[in-house]
């Protein structure tokens, strides 16, 4: 586990604690606040009804004296007995205030507690209604409902009617509804918690073990692979690394084997200019060694110059630095001068090459150069992958719109195994025979570059087929694309066309050479 990980983890950087600060933090408050709300209109609601009941209470007794008044004249005595045989004493202590706003009578017989300034009096006197409801806490600490109402018969010395009930059965009731909902709230916040906990759990340990695994990766082993326990998208992850690091182990072997591929190629040529420039600066009057010693040193610097070429063109690739000139081509002329080149070679090597040339093709709008490039590159791996007796055949066609090419061999073959990669970065089928493996990766990405294809066909100890399509240009259409060209402002980056024939040439007279005894 590197370092940096570690940090962030003791940091509180970890998935853990960003869901308990995020997702549980901002549900627990807003479960939270549901309580507290459920709590707040519970409370009301209760509060309102326990209100509303004792006010309905004084309301029947109100109505009671007031009818009384009519057939009575002894208000007060009716007023002092309906107080004192009050049914519901128990729980509602009724009470008569008088018109100095003392209370005379009350139904429990006992006076009111010291301290209470029955505010609910003062307020029904001022009140349209006459009438007036209050909740309160007494001075003994007891909390009430207090309901008042005027009453002013003629005769009569009470003024109001007054009714005290206690709050404590209603607010016991309130708290335990409080409670019942602090613990549902309780419960769905830890069973938030651990759900979570276990969702996280099955999340974060094969998070961590991937984090070691990668940054292992990032130090370039790739011998581990990640264990996938589930398939889900955290399996599909695994799947993904594992295919990743696959990838990377074979190029990183492939890139392994192209340094070793090219630094070989690189120390062949340099070896052998070496040792004829030791020989030329030596030797005196033999005009054919040093003519001889003068084209080898000549070939391979063109050896090593193609290399080179390659090379910085697969950089270009690789950068997106890639520029085309596109220009309306005669494309037999580039294919035509191809083989050409590679006549003489093919003769010194003992191989037949085979040109079925048409009469006429379509034009093509592309890059003549690099479309040689890429001619060049396909004819030299068939010779190069060919022996002595056997074939190579070049033939061109138009078919469905497209200029069809095909080069083919009667060579070694790929294998099946290797077929699929030939075209990869850094790939060589075949480690006997020269090259740096890059060309014809370089030669697809140019033809796919002017809308073609190559494809490629082979069987091991059969031979090759190599098929490049691309898309030709209507009759109507070519002083159009003429016109169009000039306007395209790149720069040429390809091999030239004297450059790869002074190389073949140079090639061929080694090959001579080499063959002397």
């Not at 080069?407 to 290797?418: A, H, L, P, Y």
């Not at 001579?512 to 005894?517: I, L, M, N, R, T």
Request: hydrophobic share 40%; aromatic share 6%; with cysteine.
């Amino acid at each position: 586990m590197s370092l940096n990980v570690r940090k962030n983890r003791a940091a509180g950087h970890s998935i853990t604690q960003h869901w308990l600060r995020n997702s549980l933090g901002i549900v627990s408050l807003i479960l939270l606040i549901v309580e507290a709300v459920l709590i707040f209109i519970v409370r009301n609601y209760y509060y309102s009804s326990v209100k509303q009941y004792v006010t309905s209470k004084m309301n029947v007794i109100t109505a009671a004296v007031m009818n009384s008044s009519r057939d009575t004249t002894n208000y007060n005595a009716e007023i002092r007995s309906m107080v004192e045989s009050y049914a519901e004493k128990d729980k509602i202590e009724l009470m008569a205030i008088t018109a100095d706003g003392g209370v005379d009578v009350t139904s429990s017989g006992f006076s009111p507690p010291e301290g209470d300034a029955m505010e609910d009096y003062k307020e029904a006197k001022t009140s349209a209604a006459g009438t007036s409801a209050r909740i309160y806490t007494l001075s003994t600490g007891e909390k009430v409902v207090a309901v008042t109402s005027v009453i002013s018969p003629k005769g009569c010395e009470y003024e109001a009617l007054r009714m005290l009930a206690s709050m404590k059965n209603v607010d016991n009731q309130i708290l335990v509804i409080s409670g019942i909902i602090t613990v549902i709230v309780a419960a769905i916040i830890l069973l938030m918690l651990f759900s979570g906990m276990f969702f996280i759990k099955s999340i974060v340990i094969p998070i961590r073990g991937i984090a070691d695994i990668t940054h292992n990766y990032a130090k370039g082993d790739f011998s581990k692979r990640i264990e996938k326990e589930s398939d889900d998208e955290l399996g599909e992850l695994c799947d993904s690394i594992n295919n990743m690091a696959e990838e990377l182990s074979n190029t990183e072997q492939m890139k392994n084997e192209f340094i070793s591929s090219v630094s070989h190629e690189l120390r062949t040529p340099l070896t052998a200019i070496k040792g004829w420039t030791e020989t030329v600066a030596t030797m005196y009057g033999d005009v054919e060694t040093f003519k001889k010693g003068m084209r080898v040193i000549n070939s391979e610097t063109e050896r090593l110059s193609q290399m080179v070429e390659e090379l910085l063109d697969f950089s270009r690739i690789q950068d997106n630095r890639l520029m085309l000139i596109m220009d309306t081509i005669d494309i037999l002329a580039e294919l035509g001068e191809t083989v050409l080149i590679y006549q003489e070679r093919a003769r010194a090597l003992g191989i037949t090459l085979n040109y079925f040339e048409p009469e006429m093709l379509p034009f093509v709008y592309g890059d003549k150069n690099r479309l040689r490039q890429v001619f060049i590159n396909i004819v030299d791996n068939a010779i190069k992958y060919s022996d002595k007796g056997d074939t190579v055949s070049v033939e061109a066609y138009e078919e469905d719109g497209e200029i069809c090419i095909s080069v083919s061999d009667t060579g070694m073959g790929i294998s099946k195994e290797d077929l699929p990669r030939i075209k990869q970065k850094f790939f060589k089928a075949n480690h006997t025979r020269r090259g740096s493996g890059i060309g014809l990766a370089v030669a697809d990405e140019i033809i796919q570059r002017h809308g073609g294809s190559i494809t490629i066909d082979s069987e091991q100890g059969v031979g090759t087929t190599v098929m490049i399509t691309l898309p030709c240009i209507e009759p109507k259409d070519k002083s159009e694309k003429t016109e169009s060209a000039p306007t395209v402002d790149v720069q040429v980056i390809s091999t030239d066309a004297s450059l790869a024939e002074g190389t073949a040439e140079s090639n061929e007279r080694n090959n001579f050479d080499e063959q002397k005894p």
